[in-house]
């Protein structure tokens, strides 16, 4: 059975960090490019940051380029987001999807990151 399960996420203020973890079972890790998505309420689910199977590629969203840094370690199974000077305009639920090179994808359930004083 696979699955990803992201933590991490929490209530912080603006200007400050979270790392958000999402550990994957029942799959080869070490295949799957792994992405960060987010969900605001009332919009869509957009994407955050990506990262391929080796690490070696990162893509990120023009909006958290500079303040995210999304990166893995294939021997824990696990890809992370670090998050810096984190703006009121970042809260969201936070979700992790793994996507196989045939295009099987996996997401998690979600954390919820709340910026705000």
């Known amino acids: 059975q696979v699955q990803l399960v992201e933590s991490g996420g929490g209530l912080v203020q603006p200007g400050g960090t979270l790392r958000l973890s999402c550990e994957a079972s029942?799959?080869?890790?070490?295949?799957?490019?792994m992405s960060w998505y987010r969900q605001a309420p009332g919009l869509e689910r957009e994407l955050v940051a990506t990262?391929?199977?080796?690490?070696?590629?990162?893509t990120y969203a023009d909006s958290v380029k500079g303040r995210f840094t999304i990166s893995r370690d294939n021997a824990k199974n696990t890809v992370y987001l670090q998050m810096n000077s984190l703006k009121p305009e970042d809260t969201a639920v936070y979700y992790c999807?793994?996507?196989?090179?045939?295009?099987?994808?996996?997401w998690g359930q979600g954390t919820q990151v709340t910026v705000s004083s």
């Open positions: 029942g799959l080869p890790f070490n295949i799957y490019a």
């Open positions: 999807k793994g996507s196989s090179p045939i295009k099987q994808t996996y």
């Open positions: 990262i391929s199977n080796t690490g070696g590629s990162t």
